[in-house]
Structures are given as C-alpha cells and as structure tokens.
T-cell receptor
Framework: DQQVKQNSPSLSVQEGRISILNCDYTNSMFDYFLWYKKYPAEGPTFLISISSIKDKNEDGRFTVFLNKSAKHLSLHIVPSQPGDSAVYFCAASGSNTGKLIFGQGTTLQVKP | DTEVTQTPKHLVMGMTNKKSLKCEQHMGHRAMYWYKQKAKKPPELMFVYSYEKLSINESVPSRFSPECPNSSLLNLHLHALQPEDSALYLC?????????????FGSGTRLTVV
C-alpha cells in the first residue's frame, strides 16, 4: 500500500516555463512534507519542505503548495531551467519519527 | 564540512562474502539513517540511529547488521546476501531524529550481489 504517490512518472517542459510536479498521500498522520531532487549516481538533495500548519512555502524559484483536505501537494518551479532536469521525489513524515516515506519519483526534463 | 561521505561507491560481492558499507558525517548530526533504493523505485528506510542508539529497524533481515560506533560514523555489515539485495544503499543524517530537521544524503553505495 503506497502511502505517497506521484502518479506522473515523467514531465517535459520548455525552458523558462513553469514545471508543476504533483504528489498525493493517504496517511492523515503525516505532518511534514519534503521535495528532493536526484541526479543519477547521486544521493537525493533536499529542495524545499512544508509543515502541515502551512499551505505554501516559497524558496526562490521553488514553491510548494499543500492542500490538506485533498491530501495533495505540488512543487512549482518557475522559471524552469535545463539544470533542473532530474528525478524529483516527494516525501512525507509524521510525528517526528524521522521516517521519510518517498513517492515513486517524477523525471523532469527541461528542454532548452 | 556539509557532506555525508559513503564508501565504497561501488561493491560487488558473492553470496557467501562478508562486507561492510561505511558512512561518515562531521556536521554534528545526532541522527543517522540507512535507506535502500532499488532501480526505478523510491528509497525505503532500513534503520534509524539516534544518539548512537538504534531507534527504528524496519523489519530488515538479519543479514543486514547496522552499527553506530560513534556520532560521526555509521556502518552496515553485510553477510550472506541474496542477488535481490542488489541496490543503491543510501546513508543520511540529520541534526536530530525528525524530518523537519532536514536530511543530508550521501551519494550512496551501489551494491551488486552475484
């Protein structure tokens, strides 16, 4: 039973446009959500996070939106750059366990 | 130093071998984690150490044996592995146990069991 789902395995976007990556979760006990970026042969790199008490968090070109009632979060990248091309993982955690549950990942390709 | 260093980067071992994976951080983080990632799958938690004590074991088979000899070092001892254990093994650390402290991941050890 997958508690964190990223239903789009891949996304292709033109440079300069917006990239929107989506993530759904099923466990209402999750209270902290994170996005990681991963290049091949490297470990995941933290991008941005959001606590369940917020509905939006912004850091430069990256914004994460959380809709608790829909159990849905999204990552917006504006403007998208070719260097953003990577696999993006959504992750969720609950009650300070330190246990991250990852989604399957979405491969983003930003075309020049 | 803001890195988590994992060695070796690649490891090929037979099913009767004993080997160890090593993870090191010098950020003063008191929580360290082992994750396993199979091809085209998300990382899955194996173990969590908090203040050098095992905090979470996600029902991992005993052929995987973690060890935290000090606050900077985390080992994963491997014995009698199966080919299906071939995967990328990721180590991570955080200031304290808890996702809101932020994880720093290492680059991983690519393990192949033959």
């Amino acid at each position: 039973d997958q508690q964190v789902k990223q239903n789009s395995p891949s996304l292709s976007v033109q440079e300069g446009r917006i990239s929107i990556l989506n993530c759904d979760y099923t466990n209402s006990m999750f209270d902290y959500f994170l996005w990681y970026k991963k290049y091949p042969a490297e470990g995941p790199t933290f991008l941005i996070s959001i606590s369940s008490i917020k509905d939006k968090n912004e850091d430069g070109r990256f914004t994460v939106f959380l809709n608790k009632s829909a159990k849905h979060l999204s990552l917006h990248i504006v403007p998208s750059q070719p260097g953003d091309s990577a696999v993006y993982f959504c992750a969720a955690s609950g009650s300070n366990t330190g246990k991250l549950i990852f989604g399957q990942g979405t491969t983003l390709q930003v075309k020049p | 130093d803001t890195e988590v260093t994992q060695t070796p980067k690649h490891l090929v071992m037979g099913m009767t071998n004993k080997k160890s994976l090593k993870c090191e951080q010098h950020m003063g983080h008191r929580a360290m984690y082992w994750y396993k990632q199979k091809a085209k799958k998300p990382p899955e938690l194996m173990f969590v150490y908090s203040y050098e004590k095992l905090s979470i074991n996600e029902s991992v088979p005993s052929r995987f044996s973690p060890e935290c000899p000090n606050s900077s070092l985390l080992n994963l001892h491997l014995h009698a592995l199966q080919p299906e254990d071939s995967a990328l093994y990721l180590c991570a650390s955080s200031q304290q146990q808890g996702a809101d402290y932020g994880y720093t991941f290492g680059s991983g050890t690519r393990l192949t069991v033959v």
